[in-house]
């Protein structure tokens, strides 16, 4: 949200996405303690297709905004990775999830969610060649701190 400047922390220079974000961050919250009670009367998978259909209903519309046709003579073999990476691995990842939150608290569960940004800096560095800066080396330890204080007994 501050592109690694404490000023716009300072100065309060925060945008619209700023907030999406943050109310983004605020509906998962949500979304993960009430997925363990839906857990309990549904299997992940029917789980994890209904949450897809109800995510298209609002993202299809935003996405074709975004006018993705344009790109299309642009697209590269990284970017066909990372689309089935998405649809293929994530898709995967989210019914562990729907099958993790049956098993452990829903908390504790949603501690895995800090491994994302880890994977996509991952992934996104050696399949998209994006650079790695200080800033994700500092945000990487700040998650990792926080997963350990979240933890800690």
Do not use: C
């Amino acid at each position: 949200m501050t592109r690694g400047s404490l000023r716009a922390v300072l100065d309060l220079d925060l945008h619209l996405g700023d907030f999406l974000i943050l109310g983004g961050q605020i509906i998962w919250a949500v979304y993960s303690v009430y997925a363990r009670h839906v857990s309990r009367r549904f299997p992940p998978v029917v789980i994890t297709t209904g949450s897809y259909i109800f995510s298209a209903v609002f993202l299809v519309p935003l996405a074709l905004l975004e006018r993705p046709w344009t790109v299309l003579p642009a697209i590269t073999p990284g970017t066909v990775l990372a689309v089935l990476y998405a649809a293929i691995l994530v898709t995967i990842s989210h019914i562990w999830f729907y099958w993790g939150i049956r098993v452990v608290p829903a908390p504790v569960a949603a501690l895995t969610v800090n491994l994302i940004p880890f994977e996509v800096l991952v992934l996104s560095w050696l399949f998209l060649r994006e650079p790695v800066t200080w800033i994700h080396v500092v945000g990487t330890l700040v998650v990792i701190a926080g997963v350990l204080l979240a933890t800690r007994k």
